[in-house]
C-alpha cells in the first residue's frame, strides 16, 4: 500500500527532485485514485526524463504524439520511466506490452488499465 | 609537415583543496590541506579516520536527484541520470575547464575533439543497484544499472551530454589512468587526428570507493588530519583516499592561441613502463619507474639536468614511495641533477585514478603561476630519499620544465613532461 507511513516515505525519497505538480498530483491520485492525476504523474514522469523537453507540456500535445519519434524518447528513457511508474504505482508492465507502447494516449491508457487491475494494493 | 606543440589550455577542479583554479593556487602556495578527519560510519571499528574531502557538494543520495552543489552550476536531469557522485563533479570541472580554454559548443561537437576519461566506476552504487536486483529476485533490474556505474561511465555520460564526435575512451589502469589518458591524448595530437582532447578523471569519494583498500593495508591509520598522508617521511603508514574531478584541456597550440586561449604549459612527451612483477605493489628497486621516467624526458628531448620539479605519485604508503625514491635516485641523483620532488598527495590525499590529472594540472598551475609545491607534512625523509631534494615549503620559482610520475596496479608507470610556454 502507497499509503502505509514506510510507504510514503520511499516514496518521498523515490520522488525527489520531480516537480512539485508531479508529487502533488500523486499523493491526490493516492486519496482518491482519479485517472487524471495518474495521467499526470504518469506524463510528468516521462517528461522529468526526456533529454529534449518538448515546447509545451505533455498533456497539451495530442494523444497521438510518438514517444520515440516525436519526442526524441530513447530506450534508456523509456525504461527510466517505465522503472519510475512500476516503483509508484506497484504494477509490472511486461517486455512485450512495453513495445506496444508507442504514443502518449496508448502510455495513458495502458497505465490507467494496469493500476486498475491491481487493485487496492496499487493505490 | 611540422610537428605539433601540444599545450594546456583550459583546467577545471573539483577538489579537497579547492573547487577552481584560483583556490587550487592558493591551497598549492600555501601548503593548505585538503584533508579532515571524516567518519563514513559513525562508531565503527575502522582504524581510518580521514579523508581529502570535498567541499560544497553533498552527494550521499543514492539518487541523483537528492545531489547538492555549489552555487553556479546548472545541469538538466538528463545530464545527471546516468552519472555516478564522480560524474558531476566532473561536469562541474569539465564546465570550468571549457570556459576556461574559451570553447565554444561547436568546438566541442566538432570532429576535431575527442574526450579521454580515467574513472574506478562507482562501487557504492553498484552495490545499490545490485542490492535491488538481488532484493526482488531479478524482478526489478534499474535502467542505469551499468551506464552510471562500471569504469566507463564517465566517457558514456560526458560524450553524450558534450556530443563528442572526435574520438571517445576510457583507461583503466587504476592510479595511472589518467596519466595515461593524457599521454594518448597527446599522440593522437600529435599524430593529427584530433586538434584537441578533452582529458578527465574522477572518482567517487565515499566508504565503498575508499574502504576496500585498507583490505591491503593501504590507508593510513593516523587520525591527524595534518599528519596522516606524508609521504616520504619515516612514519608514513599508508594514503589518505579523496575523490572529486580534474579536466585539463590539451590541444594544438596554433587553435589555442586562435582562440586567445590561456596557455598554462606545453605537454613536451610521455613514457611508460611495466613492472612485470606484483598486482598491487611496486617493484622495490623501482626499476619500471626510473624506465618511465628516462622514456618520457627521452621522447621530450629533455635530460635529468634539465628538469626542475618532479611531482612524485608517492602516495604515503612504506612501499610505494621508497620505490619511487629509489627511481629517482636512479634517474637523477645519480646522473648529478637535483630536481626539486614533492607529493602533492600530502595536501589532497590520493585520487586514485583521478590523480595524474590532477597533478598535471597542478604542474601546469605551477610553471603558469611560477611556484614549486613544497613537499607538505615531511618530517623526518626516509633513508631510500638520501640525496634528493625535498623543499619543505613552496618555492616562488619558476619551474622550466616539470615530470610527473604515476604509478598503478598491475606495475603501471606512466610519465610525462610539462614545459612553460614559451612562443
Known sequence: ???????????????????????????????????????????GVLHFYLAKKPAEPLDALPGTTRLVEDLGCDSLTMMDTIFMVETLFKVRIDDAELIQLTTLDELRLHLRRLVKESGPAAA | MAVPRIIVSGLGFIT?????????????????????????????????????????????ALQWAGWKWPAGYQFQPEALRGMAPHGLYALCAVEQAVADARLQPADLTSSETGLFCASAGSPRLTRHYLNQIHDSNGERIPPMGVVSTIAGTLNFNLAAHLGVRGAVAGFVSACASSTLALGYAHDEIRLGRLSRVLVVGGEDLNADAIYPFQGMRALSRNPDPAKASRPFDRQRDGFVGTGGAVALVLEEAGS???????????????GQSADGQSISGSDPTGRGLALAMQRAMQASGVGPADIDYVNAHATSTPAGDASEAHALRAVFSDTGAQPCVSSTKALTGHGLSLSGVMETGFCALSLAEGLIPGAANLENPDPACAGLNLPRETLAAS???????????????????????NN
Not at chain 2, 256 to 270: D, S
Request: with cysteine.
Open chain 1, 1 to 43: 500500500m502507497i499509503n502505509s507511513v514506510e510507504a510514503q516515505k520511499c516514496i518521498r525519497e523515490t520522488l525527489v527532485g520531480f516537480p512539485p505538480r508531479v508529487i502533488s498530483a500523486y499523493h491526490t491520485f493516492a486519496e482518491g485514485g482519479d485517472a487524471a492525476n495518474l495521467d499526470i504523474v504518469v506524463l
Open chain 2, 16 to 60: 579537497s583543496i579547492g573547487n577552481d583554479r584560483t583556490a587550487v593556487t592558493d591551497s598549492l602556495r600555501h601548503l593548505r590541506s585538503g584533508i579532515e578527519r571524516h567518519d563514513f560510519f559513525p562508531g565503527h571499528k575502522l582504524p581510518v579516520k580521514v579523508l581529502g574531502t570535498l567541499k560544497g557538494f553533498d552527494t550521499a
Open chain 2, 256 to 270: 589555442a592561441l586562435a582562440r586567445g586561449a590561456p596557455i598554462y604549459a606545453e605537454m613536451l612527451g610521455w
Open chain 2, 399 to 421: 619551474p622550466r620544465t616539470i615530470l610527473k610520475n604515476s604509478s598503478g596496479f598491475g606495475g603501471s608507470n606512466v610519465c610525462v613532461v610539462l614545459r612553460r610556454w
